[in-house]
T-cell receptor, first 107, second 120 residues
Framework: RKEVEQDPGPFNVPEGATVAFNCTYS??????FFWYRQDCRKEPKLLMS???SGNEDGRFTAQLNRASQYISLLIRDSKLSDSATYLC????????FGTGTKLQVIP | GAGVSQSPRYKVAKRGQDVALRCDPI?????LFWYQQALGQGPEFLTY????????KSGLPSDRFFAERPEGSVSTLKIQRTQQEDSAVYLC??????????????????FGPGTRLTVL
């Protein structure tokens, strides 16, 4: 089993839709969790950290479920500019990236 | 301020050739990471430096891969006798003190634009 697993997608959604991605991790001792965004042929950039209590940043909501060992990212009111690959990142001693979930927002 | 820079941005090498990839981290950033990203995959950890000390090189795929950061700033990733399977984007990231692998806290890793290596 991979340390961090994501559905690669692509998720094709219309503008204005709500879309959610999940990511599972195998190491129950994992300490920190993040979502990074990577545009095509660009470097990854931190989107948001994921806290146990859940956290929200504008249209983006991240949640952590330690019991089931998954994190989620919810995007409301999708914009064309949200089209990108979303990388789940888990840290235990070192940082491990998932393979990413590709989102395509369609006009 | 300047971000992380990498050079060259693109490198084409013939199989068996040696290559050297350079990373200039954000000034003052103590931690530096190298990742390998194959097409359609997430970045895979290669190695980590804290200042000039290479604290983790567990991700280097073979002894053909070597990284150094002799003065605790610029880092070079060298690949000897390149093979086709080495074709990937090599990403460098830096973060400020108390970052990354060996500490109890996490500071954001800032990535460079990467070097796209193609081995023919």
């Amino acid at each position: 089993r991979k340390e961090v697993e994501q559905d690669p997608g692509p998720f094709n959604v219309p503008e204005g839709a709500t879309v959610a991605f999940n990511c599972t991790y195998s190491n129950s001792a994992s300490q920190s969790f993040f979502w990074y965004r990577q545009d095509c042929r660009k470097e990854p950039k931190l989107l948001m950290s994921v806290y146990s209590s859940g956290n929200e940043d504008g249209r983006f909501t991240a949640q952590l479920n330690r019991a089931s060992q998954y994190i989620s990212l919810l995007i409301r009111d999708s914009k064309l500019s949200d089209s990108a690959t979303y990388l789940c990142v888990v840290r235990y001693q070192k940082v491990t990236f998932g393979t990413g979930t590709k989102l395509q927002v369609i006009p | 301020g300047a971000g992380v820079s990498q050079s060259p941005r693109y490198k084409v090498a013939k199989r068996g050739q040696d290559v050297a990839l350079r990373c200039d981290p954000i000034s003052g950033h103590v931690s530096l990471f190298w990742y390998q990203q194959a097409l359609g995959q997430g970045p895979e950890f290669l190695t980590y430096f804290q200042n000039e000390a290479q604290l983790d090189k567990s991700g280097l795929p073979s002894d053909r891969f070597f990284a150094e950061r002799p003065e605790g700033s610029v880092s070079t990733l060298k690949i000897q006798r390149t093979q086709q399977e080495d074709s990937a984007v090599y990403l460098c990231a830096s973060s400020s003190i108390l970052a990354g692998a060996m500490s109890g806290s996490y500071n954001e890793q800032f990535f460079g634009p990467g070097t796209r290596l193609t081995v023919l």
